[in-house]
């Protein structure tokens, strides 16, 4: 198996220390190596800010269960066209559990890695296996799976090179590794980087600190081959035309209002009322001014995004990817 390279001077692929900044984001850099062309934040977050950043409450957005459940039962008939026998299977970054719900249902063994405890303590509600903490200390007892999941997940982690090694130590030989993520080569992303990042200074694509690292189709299948797996699948996905204008939308304001240079501050919780009378202020609305160009820069986002995406969909140049790989035997 190829060796991981030590990535403690720069790229988490090659370890190369060469690269060219792309943009600023909330007061984090978004680079490109020079060498192996992987997008990544640098310098990467500590674990203390990736703590925070997941601790708050609007990372955690509330999402539709009917509409998670759909998605997921897709993906468990992608995976079952690739592992027809209906085995163990592993989900990292499980959230409250949904996928496993609807595995377990097909007559899956189902288990999950969550490092939020909220979230797998919900998880741990509904009747499912789930270990809170890093995938690194997940002790499986002599245990292994058939397949092991990452769901929008690798490109969350500072070291995804260690997370792939940690997925191998826990498959069965000939064991499945399926992972999402956004494609940095995608067509919307290349675009609105020329269109805005390269003159304005706005990207919508990369979303640090919570997404350390930006994967094309070549930068994840020269990570997956240096920690032994082969691709056996890939196929094109795309990320919500909303999402990406909203995404879009926010970086040009932020841009504007000069947002992208610092990062945020923590937020305090609200002071108590402590019957000195008032009670919590009103929010400020925004000026006429601000609010016509928030509707501008929408408008804007939406036409490019949405002839940008209609593009990326005929010609499956998509902006995210999916790609199961085995563990040889």
């Not at 899956?108 to 890093?134: I, K, S």
């Not at 997925?167 to 494609?183: A, F, H, M």
């Amino acid at each position: 198996m190829a060796q991981a390279p030590d990535n403690a001077g720069g790229c988490p692929l090659c370890g190369g220390a060469r690269r060219r900044r792309l943009v600023t984001k909330r007061g984090w850099d978004v680079v490109r190596c020079a060498d192996c062309r992987l997008v990544y934040v640098w310098p990467p977050p500590t674990r203390e800010e990736l703590e925070a950043f997941y601790a708050s409450g609007g990372y955690h957005a509330e999402v539709d269960e009917a509409e998670r459940r759909l998605t997921f039962a897709a993906r468990l008939r992608q995976i079952e066209e690739l592992a027809p026998r209906r085995g163990s299977v592993l989900d990292v970054g499980c959230s409250k559990g949904t996928f496993l719900e609807v595995a377990r249902d097909e007559g899956w063994e189902v288990a999950g890695v969550e490092l939020n405890p909220h979230t797998a303590a919900e998880a741990r509600d509904r009747g499912l296996d789930v270990y809170c903490g890093d995938l690194s200390d997940f002790d499986t007892s002599g245990r292994f799976f058939d397949v092991v999941t990452l769901f929008d997940l690798i490109e969350h982690t500072t070291d995804p090179q260690a997370t792939l090694r940690a997925c191998r130590r826990l498959l069965r030989p000939s064991g499945l590794l399926v992972i999402t993520t956004p494609n940095v080569d995608g067509l919307v992303p290349r675009v609105t980087y020329w269109l805005f990042a390269a003159t304005l200074g706005a990207w919508d694509h990369p979303t640090p600190p919570g997404h350390v690292v930006q994967f094309s189709r070549r930068t994840l299948q020269q990570m997956l081959e240096q920690t032994d797996f082969r691709i056996v699948r890939w196929r094109a996905e795309h990320i919500p035309m909303a999402y990406s204008v909203g995404k879009l939308e926010n970086s040009v304001m932020d841009v504007l209002a000069g947002r992208h240079r610092a990062k945020p501050a923590p937020k305090s919780k609200p002071a108590r009322d402590l019957g000195g009378g008032g009670g919590p202020a009103e929010p400020r609305r925004p000026s006429l001014l601000r609010r016509g160009a928030r509707l501008s820069v929408r408008a804007l986002a939406w036409l490019v995004v949405g002839g940008v995406g209609l593009v990326a969909r005929a010609t499956g140049l998509g902006d995210s990817m999916f790609a199961a790989a085995r563990r040889p035997s």
